[in-house]
């Protein structure tokens, strides 16, 4: 009996392994639904520069005790694409406490968000790590960060900003939570 279970296990491992690969009639097939994976992660996570992709990406860690929030990241280019210039939205769910000192290259918006400037990144790049601290005006158990690149005029592309928007929920518990 012991056999037999062995033999099945690996005619379906054998059968699993063969029947992953695409037979020459299926060809197209793999190709349509390679260009269709590409193509939503075009949507996904991508800036159109003159014909290549740029694929923006924020990745650290972001921490709340009381009022106080760290957050702490590095832009990344995924992308084939080079980004001239380029400009990240925080969003917090809760308000920011007025007349906060913030680094010099990022700017308050509204009493929910702030501004960063991360510049240029090349293809495939990673930029200079970014890091903030800021009080909110209440101490909440848990407050919703959202990322969302800002286009070069200054403006955010909802339909883009949608696409790309990366969201880290963190709780007050006094532990980093890495994005």
Known sequence: MRRMRVAAVCGAA???AVG??????????A????EAVRGAEAVRGAVAVRGAEAGLAYHGSAGIVGDRVDVRFTPHNHGAAAVPDSVVRIRWSQPLEEGQTLP???????DRAVRCRVGRLGAHDTGERIGLRVRLR???????LE?????????????????????VLVLDTGDAYYF
Do not use: I, K, M, N
């Not at 992953?20 to 097939?29: C, D, H, R, S, T």
């Not at 010099?104 to 509204?110: K, L, V």
């Not at 209440?138 to 919703?144: G, I, R, S």
């Open 14 to 16: 054998v059968v699993t």
């Open 20 to 29: 992953g690969v695409a037979p020459a009639a299926g060809a197209l097939g």
């Open 31 to 34: 190709v349509r639904g390679a």
């Open 104 to 110: 010099a290259r990022c700017a308050p918006e509204g």
């Open 138 to 144: 209440e101490a909440p158990a848990e407050v919703l």
């Open 147 to 167: 990322f969302d690149p800002v286009g070069s005029d200054g403006t955010v592309d909802e339909s883009r900003a949608a696409a790309e928007r990366q969201r």
